[in-house]
Structure formats: C-alpha cells, structure tokens
T-cell receptor
C-alpha cells in the first residue's frame, strides 16, 4: 500500500491554457474524491466517483472543469481555459467502500499557479 | 447552508500548556473526522469518530464527539512544538460521505 499519489505536484501555467492532473488512489479503494484548497482556507469538495461513475459534482465545478475515472482506477481532473482564480491546491482522496469508517486518505496534492 | 465553525481560528501557546479546540457543525452526521495539515503539505488523518460519545486519544491529543450538540473537541495536553500545525474537523454529508470543512485552527506552540 503506497498511498494516494498525485501528479504533477506543482504546475505553473499561463491564463487560458488547459491543464490536467492525475490521481492514483490506494489500490482497491472504490471511492475517490477531488477537493480544492486555497491559501488559508479549508478544502472544498469538487466531485466524487464511485468506481468509474461520477456520482456527485459541486456547483463549484464550472463547465471548464471535467473529471474522469476510466475503469474505476486512476482519475484525471482537467481545467480548460485556466483563470487566475483557479490557482489552488487540488487534493485527491480515496476511501474503501467496504470499511464502515469511510475514512478518506489524501494524496500530496497538486499545487496549481495560474499566471 | 452547511457550516463547520472552528474556534479558535488561531492559537499561539507555550509548550507544556493544555488547550481545547472546538468544532461546531450544522450537518446531521453521526460521525466526524479530524485532520492535521503542515504548511504546504497535504492532510493527515488524526481521528475518526464514529458515534455519539466517541472519544479517541493519540499521544497528547484527545478528540470527542457529541452528535446531539453537533460539537466535537480536540484537546491538547502538555503541548509540544511538534504539534504546531493547522487542524481541521470535517463531518461528512450525504450518502457519498463528502467532507465539509471549516477554516481550520492554526496552532503555534512556542518552545
């Protein structure tokens, strides 16, 4: 069990560019969450997958954001036409569906800076 | 609107002192999670509180949950510098168990 991994760890991009982040959950965790955290604030929920199905999306997730989890394994989060307000830490978490605790395990995050 | 309020938001204290962080929430959740975050780092799970009256202890930290009052506390005993971090409480919402977060409590412990 190597934990949740995210790639890249840091991304600097110019406004208007598209970016894609990847999250590899803990093996056999069927629940996967994306959160966003800006400096000095708590995380905010973005979207949730159970296996390959995207079951919930926050209103924060504008049309420029899209997430996938093909085959129920890794997940990607794409932001199109980035804006400076998208600068944040993007956190991925996974959780085992069979454990009563539903505890979420977080990855190291991807820090996005839009210039 | 679902809310999580932590009190205080910032705490500076001396080593060896005791203090309590309070977490009030508006969801009807039967459970609550505490996480720790070091500057520039991700979130580390501290406690999983799964029922009313649950109490868990790990070293100098003890967490409790009162679901009827929608209140959780994180008590620090004889603080040491290594406990300096930001602490978040997070109750889940709905059947998907997405976490609802407050602004966190930034704790600075001075030697």
């Amino acid at each position: 069990d190597t934990g949740v991994s995210q790639d890249p760890r840091h991304k600097i991009t110019k406004r208007g560019q598209n970016v894609t982040f990847r999250c590899d959950p803990i093996s056999e965790h069927n629940r996967l969450y994306w959160y966003r955290q800006t400096l000095g604030q708590g995380p905010e929920f973005l979207t949730y997958f159970q296996n390959e199905a995207q079951l919930e999306k926050s209103r924060l997730l504008s049309d420029r954001f899209s997430a996938e989890r093909p085959k129920g394994s890794f997940s990607t989060l794409e932001i199109q036409r980035t804006e400076q307000g998208d600068s944040a830490m993007y956190l991925c978490a996974s959780s085992p569906g069979t454990a009563y605790s539903y505890e979420q395990y977080f990855g190291p995050g991807t820090r996005l800076t839009v210039t | 609107e679902l809310k999580v309020e932590q009190n205080p938001l910032f705490l500076s204290m001396q080593e060896g002192k005791n203090y309590t962080i309070y977490c009030n929430y508006s969801t009807t959740s039967d459970r609550l999670y505490w996480y720790r975050q070091d500057p520039g780092k991700s979130l580390e799970s501290l406690f999983v509180l799964l029922s009313n009256g649950a109490v868990k202890q790990e070293g100098r930290l003890m967490a409790s949950l009162d679901t009827k009052a929608r209140l959780s506390t994180l008590h620090i005993t004889a603080a040491v510098h290594d406990l300096s971090a930001t602490y978040f409480c997070a109750p889940p919402r709905g059947s998907n168990y997405q976490l609802i977060w407050g602004a966190g409590t930034k704790l600075i412990i001075k030697p």
